[in-house]
T-cell receptor
Framework: KNEVEQSPQNLTAQEGEFITINCSYS?????LHWLQQHPGGGIVSLFM???GKKKHGRLIATINIQEKHSSLHITASHPRDSAVYIC??????????FGEGTQLTVNP | GAVVSQHPSWVICKSGTSVKIECRSL??????MFWYRQFPKQSLMLMAT?????????EQGVEKDKFLINHASLTLSTLTVTSAHPEDSSFYIC??????????FGPGTRLLVL
């Protein structure tokens, strides 16, 4: 069993739909990261969470420390949101353990 | 925002040669940088933690004599893949830690060993 698990692995949505990607982890963490990886491979850090909820534009990330679970939500999805979304658990020394990623495709 | 660059972005080499990949933090100093590897359709895997002025810390299963890491300045870490073989073909990504808190990722280097 991976230390960080994401679901779903693949997600296809129509433009405008509300999207949720889930992440569960089994290790003790200092923070939980959500990253976006574009087709060319470049990675952008979206959120770093240690508790509660954060919002940036159409993106919302939540974390439940007791349940060791985090979700990434995208409201009013757009084709440009198509990418791989990765959650990563940060442990000691800022080391990251990554989930396998969720491939999101948003169709116009 | 903070910018991290990698060079080269693409490299193709013959089996047995060594390849050096540079990771630079362009507008901030980073005492800690990380090197990751990603095989096709797989997740990122941490290879090693690079600390300025000291030896890198390697993850279990990563050969330190094969993947040489040098972090000689606060803005530059290098990863050298020695005697590269086709199984080393992968996407290598670095990140730099800003203020010991936020990781900024480089754009990655695709290595193809023939």
């Amino acid at each position: 069993k991976n230390e960080v698990e994401q679901s779903p692995q693949n997600l296809t949505a129509q433009e405008g739909e509300f999207i949720t990607i889930n992440c569960s982890y089994s290790v003790g963490i200092s923070a939980l990261h959500w990253l976006q990886q574009h087709p060319g491979g470049g990675i952008v850090s979206l959120f770093m969470l240690s508790s509660g909820k954060k919002k940036h534009g159409r993106l919302i990330a939540t974390i439940n420390i007791q349940e060791k679970h985090s979700s990434l939500h995208i409201t009013a999805s757009h084709p440009r949101d198509s990418a791989v979304y990765i959650c990563a658990a940060e442990t000691s020394g800022s080391r990251l353990t990554f989930g396998e990623g969720t491939q999101l495709t948003v169709n116009p | 925002g903070a910018v991290v660059s990698q060079h080269p972005s693409w490299v193709i080499c013959k089996s047995g040669t060594s390849v050096k990949i540079e990771c630079r933090s362009l507008d901030f100093q980073a005492t800690t940088m990380f090197w990751y590897r990603q095989f096709p359709k797989q997740s990122l895997m941490l290879m090693a933690t690079s600390n300025e002025g000291s030896k890198a810390t390697y993850e279990q299963g990563v050969e330190k004599d094969k993947f040489l890491i040098n972090h000689a300045s606060l803005t530059l870490s290098t990863l050298t893949v020695t005697s590269a073989h086709p199984e080393d073909s992968s996407f290598y990504i670095c990140s730099a830690l800003l203020a010991q808190e936020t990781q900024y990722f480089g754009p990655g280097t695709r290595l193809l060993v023939l």
